[in-house]
């Protein structure tokens, strides 16, 4: 087994080997892409090499599976793991590029119409149907700790997350789309304030605080006077508002608060815990969960915070676990029936066709013990 310096190799290639960290951690195996998320976290890590026995190559050189379809025997290609997962990066960069695009137009004192945005944010709709667990372990690598597009991000991972709380309950089409509308452009009033106190990594004094709880009625007037549908500018601007009233800007409570705001402000709750920021480090995927489950004085709605952990699970895909048979892996999608108990990779471990081995964890089975932490992923 060779050794490869991280920084000789291409981003976005396939090796045609099974990649490891040591002898046993796995990486990628050979559908899948050495992604530029990879390497960049493998940097924060502070990992310099890693080992195979295979050789980077521009494009994954396995067969393709091809299944027939009864119904209407019509045929498809299935794209490997590593195809669909770079399907999701190209969608999540390219849609972010257009939510930036968005916040420049307001920014600039240019109008937004509600109908193009409701078009675009129907492809989060479709997306997130097709390839949920894809789009997620994307998001979950992607993380803006500052910079001018961490209003951007902020506002994407929110809304994919809502989006994916509203098909849980089951909100017709039309309504998911109003729901994702007004999570993309529940921050929009922040850009209406200097930069430096919404970007800011220093505490802020009392007049930048008191600016900052002003956003929520800058984002309800800007929507409004684009004419966007009441129900969506009422999100925007209840989105802080809590169940217990602690919230703002008006301190409602409980059924006078809009669903959408209710779903927003637990997206926008567990996107924030989840990701950095200047002033905070991440907290892991099921660290956040179990915060929201705590749901500390009844600041959200119940049925939202059931509904984000049924569609997430309390292990949220991404997060790397520590199993009970002492093998470590990554959680790639979610169990509908119990959330506990969700789909994890097992590294280190490949099926007769050499892919990675997926368990379904259980009660009775093999099951999460804890997740790992930064430091643990790695170690033998």
Not at 53 to 79: N, T, W
């Amino acid at each position: 087994m060779r050794n490869f310096n991280i920084k000789d190799i291409p981003p976005e290639s396939f090796f045609s080997k099974p990649v490891y960290l040591d002898n046993q951690f796995i990486l990628t195996a050979p559908e899948v892409v050495f992604s530029r998320e990879l390497i960049k976290a493998l940097n924060e890590w502070e990992f310099r090499e890693i080992r195979s026995d295979g050789e980077p190559q521009q494009e994954y050189s396995g067969d393709e599976v091809i299944v027939q379809e009864v119904e209407g025997a019509v045929e498809k290609s299935i794209l490997s793991d590593g195809e669909q997962i770079q399907d999701a990066e190209r969608f999540y960069a390219n849609f972010l590029k257009y939510v930036e695009s968005l916040f420049t137009l307001v920014a600039t004192k240019k109008p937004i119409h509600f109908s193009q945005v409701a078009e675009k944010v129907k492809e989060i709709c479709e997306v997130s149907k097709e390839q949920r667990r894809y789009l997620l372990r994307v998001m979950r690598g992607e993380n803006s700790a500052g910079g001018e597009n961490y209003l951007a991000s902020h506002a994407l991972k929110s809304t994919i997350i809502a989006i994916i709380i509203g098909t849980y309950i089951k909100l017709p089409i039309f309504r998911l789309i109003e729901l994702g509308v007004a999570a993309l452009l529940h921050e929009v009033g922040m850009i209406m304030l200097p930069p430096q106190v919404y970007l800011s990594n220093r505490p802020l004094n009392p007049a930048e605080r008191k600016a900052i709880l002003t956003h929520p009625v800058l984002s309800f007037n800007l929507l409004k006077g684009f004419d966007f549908p009441l129900v969506v500018s009422l999100a925007a601007l209840e989105h802080h508002e809590r169940e217990n009233g602690s919230g703002y800007p008006q301190k409602l409570t409980g059924d006078k608060i809009s669903l959408y705001a209710k779903i927003i402000a637990v997206a926008c709750s567990y996107e924030a815990l989840t990701s950095s920021r200047p002033h905070k480090d991440a907290k892991d995927g099921y660290s956040g969960m179990i915060d929201l489950l705590k749901n500390e004085g009844k600041q959200y709605d119940d049925t939202v915070v059931k509904a984000l952990v049924f569609s997430l699970s309390i292990y949220p895909i991404g997060l790397y676990v520590l199993l009970s048979n002492g093998k470590k892996g990554q959680v790639v999608d979610v169990n509908p029936d119990n959330p506990r108990y969700p789909m994890v990779q097992v590294f280190g471990e490949l099926t007769p066709d050499g892919k990675n081995r997926i368990l379904e964890t259980s009660q009775d089975g093999i099951h999460i013990a804890r997740p790992l932490q930064r430091e643990e992923i790695a170690s033998g």
